[in-house]
């Protein structure tokens, strides 16, 4: 991922995908809540005892109002962020925003308020493997998937669509930073030869975010059946991606 970088005192930043989905697609606000994995070493070896250096970040490079969530605490490594009246650009879809830490001289800047219904925060940690869709989309063929993969009926396996080289970069350095555009929100679909998507054959909940890379599940599926797996993604700059790769469903035992 690029994007603006909200401040040089922060040192480290990380991708959020939250789960925005089953809405009618337009605009709005959402309250979401996002809890810090107690087993992530970069993070709570460099924040502070305080946590007041730990904050979300929208794809614009812009503070979301947050509050920690009662029982938070450092000793224990147990950390909830509640951000309030996010604006979103799809109330369909899986969003992006960040967590900044890493500065030592940071202030408290949460601000208490009455949390509504919450979207899910998740923060994915692994790295890509397998099946790793990495050809940028080509405009003469954009129809065409990129590359294909096999799996069973009853497998359910992610697919890693790489982002390196999709989005728009700087022309001269902002804050010692190259980024200038930056995914806004992701949509999936699995289409199958007249082109009709099916929700059965994937699960938007599992999309995750990695820097330069989004995870997308497949599963389901009809032995025998082609599908063509897709990746649109809507940028901060209003460019709409789509990535494709081919899903083909294969029992090859009894």
Known sequence: MAGNWYNTNWKMRWPVAISNLGGGGGTGNVDVEIPIPSDWDDFWSNCNSNMFDVVPVDRFGNLIPFQRKAGSTYATKTLTLQLDNVPVNSLDANLLCYIYWFNTSATDQATPFAIGSIKAGNIFLG???GRIVQSLPSRATSEAPQTSFSKATNEEVDVWFSTKGLLSKRGSTYNQRDGFEDVDFVQIRSLDSSGVDDAGRYDEIETRFLPGWIKVRSKGGSNNTDYTLECKIVTTT???????????????LP
Do not use: E, F, N
Request: charged share 20%.
């Open 127 to 129: 790295m890509p493997t």
């Open 238 to 252: 209003s460019q709409i991606i789509s990535l494709r790769t081919m899903i083909k469903v294969r029992d090859l």
